[in-house]
């Protein structure tokens, strides 16, 4: 095969054309990243898979796959976050300007736990959204929406399986389980959420994106909440 090392926008489709006509299958020419981050699989962290990814191309324009930012039961708050050290990073214009970039995207994070830890952060923001399989008195483990579902039912609200709920973690490792998680539609002023478990999801989001520079969530933590000294990984 020959190659074109400084291949032009309209290079590109013009081999996706060839490719299409000779071959019968659709090719669309998407855009020339400037770098993109393919993500490990969940099920073999060895593995980078398709879906899960993120980069930018070259006119800047930011585009992600099946992370936390692209899914519905991510909290808002999560998702900021994730989007945000994306834009930190967003500015590099090859490899070596991302890992540069990479103490700045933590940074990002780091203001994000610190409102967690003074809680600063409105309820709204932290809400998880499930979509419920069963019916709240067929669950047979105390899974955060079954909580919740069952909440709800309590309350007098009718709820079956099939319908999305909302909820906030406020103490996952209470030995009762009514009071892991509240209902949104139950939340007072009474109500506050769990710092830590919300400090686990941040941290395990800004891990996803990272992992493939040595990144963990453990490491990660270390210097945002101790700070310990931050280095990029090999």
Same mark, same amino acid.
């Given at each position: 095969m020959a190659e074109k090392r400084w291949a032009s926008t309209k290079d590109f489709i013009d081999i996706s054309r060839t490719i299409a006509d000779?071959?019968?299958?659709?090719?669309?020419?998407?855009?020339?990243?400037?770098?993109?981050?393919?993500?490990?699989?969940?099920?073999?962290?060895?593995?980078?898979?398709?879906?899960?990814?993120?980069?930018?191309?070259?006119?800047?324009?930011v585009k992600i796959g099946e992370i936390e930012a692209r899914k519905r039961d991510t909290p808002e708050f999560i998702?900021?976050?994730?989007?945000?050290?994306?834009?930190?990073? !967003?500015? =590099?214009?090859?490899?070596?300007? @991302?890992l540069e970039r990479i103490p700045r995207a933590i940074n990002v994070l780091k203001k994000y736990a610190l409102a967690l830890v003074e809680r600063k952060v409105p309820l709204e923001q932290l809400l998880i959204t499930k979509q419920i399989s069963f019916d709240p008195s067929e669950y047979m483990h105390d899974v955060y929406q079954a909580i919740a579902a069952k909440q709800l039912l309590a309350a007098g609200v009718d709820i079956s399986a099939g319908q999305v709920i909302r909820y906030l973690i406020t103490d996952a490792e209470n030995r009762r389980a009514n009071r892991r998680v509240r209902a949104a539609e139950l939340i007072d002023r009474n109500t506050n959420y769990d710092v830590k478990k919300y400090l686990e999801l941040l941290?395990? !989001?800004? =891990?996803?994106?990272?992992?493939? @520079?040595?990144?963990?969530?453990?490491?990660?933590?270390?210097?945002?909440?101790?700070?310990?000294?931050?280095?990029?990984?090999?």
């Open positions: 000779q071959t019968g299958i659709p090719i669309s020419f998407e855009g020339k990243y400037r770098w993109i981050v393919f993500l490990p699989s969940i099920t073999n962290r060895a593995i980078p898979v398709l879906n899960r990814y993120y980069g930018v191309f070259e006119d800047g324009e998702r900021r976050a994730q989007l945000d050290m994306i834009d930190a990073l !967003a500015q =590099a214009r090859n490899s070596k300007e @991302f941290f395990g !989001a800004a =891990a996803n994106m990272l992992s493939p @520079f040595g990144y963990t969530a453990e490491n990660i933590r270390d210097f945002v909440l101790y700070g310990e000294k931050q280095a990029i990984l090999d």
